[in-house]
């Protein structure tokens, strides 16, 4: 193998959706046939190169591999399961005779087609991302297909840069992988390490063969002590796959980064490898004080990549800590390098482009792109002296120092209000006395509702987009929002639902909506990031102490409820998830950041019951997503996440149902705290794993009302009535018809009506069925 220096200053990735989400609009294009799939490749080049340029304008070096080859089509995870051959076999038809598949293949595996299920979906670690879960058996055929890697690569060294192509490591990936229908019990797709090593090393060796002198492999497992495998063996399965790979003759340098937390235990294992670099998060890990000789003595011939730039969250930072934090891990050895925390992916593009956030607060703020110009002055410090950049760290430190003082940061109200809070502050009525109390609302067997959103059309957006331009009034935009409720409320009561939602048409997202209506936050026009596939999310900024200036959803929730005789409920997002789905302030705790919404929110469920309402939604989807990477952190973390639900929630009267929602939360791992929630109905998300979190529930002992889902609506597939009688089956049989609810798995706002309709129809008939004991019509 050939040997070269790493770059002073990189990244481990960047945003791949565009500037102007140019990707998404590229692949829904694509799926709706109105692009080919040459039209695509030629898309989703320009975005590339566009990339390249924008990089090393900010200061990365372009034939250095600086520049991380980090673009995905649709997800990483999906993209490293093609490069190893790891199709599932109801895909088995998309793969050609050479063992590719082609973006169609590509989009049907993650999507699914027909009866065909696409792989199931899950958070990436403590994001809201979400990557596709690869599926593995004892005869999964590994083998390696490097041709798009190697393609980039090659793109761009034509177009004169040097990149270093990045793919997930072999352990996160199988730690990651599940285990696919019909493996024997007992079988973890981790016992495959020894047939997955040599086809990575074939990647490799395809990659230094085109020239590329550095691969990134991500192995954010090697951080995390909540994965479906023991801490014990990922860290001897690092030691095994990099000792192999790093013995490898014909192949690149390799950089191993350890995004979301720290390396603590698994690092001597690491380091003992023969690897050439390791990247650190020093945002959210550190580098234990003191090593072992054996690991001090391996680190020191290594390159230490020192990830100090926060690229989980945007706020401008402490440079000079940061750098600090660079000079210390020098200590260790004498090839240092500079770098963000995660990959970027996770962030905005641009500060630059946000014409209307307040300018002060702007000054505060880093994106991708202000990040990347971090890295490198950071990196210019190390070459040159800390004197070198001594005028940007103080920069850095002013912004501190003005943000500290602003106005709204800190609120006199707000926090006397917090210290006021005692223990009954946190507890509703008992649940057996709530449950007689709900007995009024006079609710069949299996109730059917739906998680609040409806689809979102093309009319809907143009009425927002008009409001906001000025071009309709708010009486107009009102008026076009109520159309739409009835529309909806109607729609429900002719499918023959039972609990009824508003659809939800004046809001642009779940967090956003109160973000623009609750004092403490701000948003942004181009902020979009990347939740999963085409899907983007315009995370809000929270930045100074919360509250609410006025009721946010009592007229519509009243309006709807005017319109039937059912029960329609009232929908809010929880503290968690407004917290995990912003941009959250860094300067104190998240649980008094938690707290301060919850009580924003309690005040609205007040309202909300004084209208009527009597049943009340407080969506937490994201409670699983937050858990802390360390278990040492999880308890604190859980202490305040079910306190702030609780807090928002413990004030309704016993007669108010209080239901809440989560989605992709590996129910089992935090079952005790969504008992603790004590929400009387909890609907999850089930349909894709095909109700396999009913055994959790049933193991758990859970006895509040559960509403796991049957129809997985981040597919565009409509379910048979079969398939969801199968799902009820499966469902009744572990959970007391008395308490189970009949749901989809989440919101239905990305979906189309055609489909909507349908898969609610199918969802009715197969409830109809169960109820009355017999098998649905096939």
């Not at 599926?135 to 490097?146: I, Q, R, V």
Request: charged fraction near 25%; charge should be negative; proline fraction near 5%.
């Amino acid at each position: 193998m050939t040997t070269s220096e790493f770059p002073k200053g990189t990244i481990l990735g960047y945003p791949r959706i565009g500037r102007r989400r140019e990707l998404k609009r590229a692949v829904e294009a694509f799926w709706a046939g109105s692009i080919d799939a040459a039209e695509l490749e030629e898309r989703a080049a320009e975005l590339r190169a566009a990339t390249r340029e924008r990089l090393a304008g900010l200061g990365l070096g372009r034939a250095d591999s600086a520049i991380p080859e980090s673009f995905s089509f649709y997800d990483q995870v999906l993209d490293a399961a093609v490069a190893v051959g790891a199709v599932p076999a109801r895909f088995a038809r998309l793969v050609g005779d050479d063992g590719t598949v082609d973006l169609a293949g590509y989009f049907t595996i993650a999507r699914g087609e027909g009866d065909d299920a696409p792989l199931e979906m899950t958070k990436w670690f403590d994001s809201n991302y979400h990557y596709l879960v690869p599926e593995l058996a004892p005869d999964t055929a590994f083998s390696a297909h490097a041709d798009r890697l190697v393609a980039e690569f090659e793109e761009a060294k034509a177009a004169g840069f040097l990149t270093r192509p990045v793919l997930v490591g072999p352990v996160t990936f199988l730690a990651l992988a599940k285990a696919a229908d019909g493996a024997p019990e007992g079988f973890r797709p981790l016992d495959r390490l020894a047939d997955l090593v040599p086809v990575y090393a074939e990647l490799l060796a395809r990659l230094a063969a085109a020239g590329a002198l550095w691969v990134q492999l991500d192995e954010p497992a090697l951080v995390s002590e909540s994965l479906d495998v023991s801490r014990e063996r990922v860290i001897e399965a690092i030691g095994a796959a990099y000792d192999a790979l790093g013995a490898g003759s014909d192949r690149p340098s390799i950089f191993v980064a350890a995004p979301y937390g720290g390396l603590d235990d698994a690092l001597p294992a690491l380091a003992a490898t023969p690897v050439e670099a390791i990247g650190f998060d020093l945002v959210k890990g550190s580098v234990p004080a003191s090593l072992d000789p054996a690991t001090a003595e391996s680190l020191a011939g290594k390159t230490l990549v020192a990830g100090v730039v926060d690229g989980h969250n945007i706020w401008r930072g402490d440079l000079a800590a940061a750098f600090d934090r660079v000079e210390a891990l020098a200590n260790l050895s004498g090839s240092v390098a500079v770098s963000s925390s995660t990959s970027l992916f996770h962030v905005p593009h641009d500060v630059a482009d946000e014409t209307r956030l307040d300018g002060r607060l702007a000054g505060w703020l880093a994106f991708a792109d202000q990040k990347v110009a971090q890295v490198a002055t950071l990196a210019t410090g190390l070459v040159e002296g800390r004197s070198a950049i001594e005028p940007e760290l103080a920069a850095a430190t002013a912004s501190l120092a003005d943000r500290a003082l602003a106005p709204g940061v800190r609120v006199p109200g707000v926090r006397e209000r917090l210290e006021g809070l005692r223990g009954t502050d946190f507890s509703r009525d008992d649940y057996a006395a709530r449950v007689a109390a709900q007995e009024s609302l006079a609710l069949p067997e299996l109730p059917t509702t739906t998680i609040g959103s409806f689809p979102q059309t093309a009319d809907i957006r143009r009425a927002r987009a008009r409001l906001v331009k000025g071009e309709l009034t708010e009486a107009e935009y009102t008026a076009a929002m109520r159309e739409e409720i009835e529309r909806v409320i109607r729609l429900q009561e002719d499918l023959g639902l039972d609990v009824l939602v508003h659809g939800e048409p004046e809001r642009n997202d779940m967090v956003q909506y109160f973000a623009e209506l609750l004092d403490g936050f701000a948003v942004t026009e181009h902020g979009w990031v990347q939740s999963y596939g085409s899907r983007c999310t315009r995370p809000s900024i929270l930045w100074g102490d919360v509250s609410r200036p006025e009721p946010m959803t009592v007229s519509w929730s009243t309006y709807a409820q005017s319109l039937t005789p059912k029960p329609v409920k009232g929908m809010l997002t929880g503290p968690v998830t407004i917290l995990a789905w912003s941009f959250v302030r860094d300067d104190q705790p998240l649980g008094d950041t938690a707290r301060q919404v919850a009580l924003a929110l309690r005040d609205e469920i007040a309202d909300l019951e004084a209208s009527g309402i009597r049943i009340i939604q407080v969506d937490e989807p994201a409670l699983r997503e937050l858990l802390p990477l360390k278990l040492a952190d999880q308890r604190d973390y859980l202490d305040w996440s079910v306190g702030s639900f609780r807090l928002a929630t413990a004030a309704a009267a016993a007669a108010t149902q209080v239901h809440t929602h989560l989605c992709y939360s590996e129910f089992g791992v935090v079952i005790d705290a969504i008992r603790n929630l004590d929400a009387d109905v909890t609907s999850i998300e089930a349909a894709r794993s095909r109700m396999e979190v009913v055994d959790d529930v049933a193991a758990s002992g859970f006895d509040h009302g559960i509403g796991p889902g049957v129809y997985d609506i981040h597919s565009p597939r409509v379910p048979s009535v079969d398939e969801v009688w199968q799902l009820l089956e499966r469902a009744a049989a572990e959970i007391p018809a008395s308490r189970l609810w009949v749901n989809p798995d989440c919101g239905l706002k990305t979906r189309g009506y055609e489909e909507t309709v349908a898969s609610l129809e199918h969802i009715i008939e197969a409830t109809r069925a169960v109820r009355a004991g017999v098998p649905a019509a096939v």
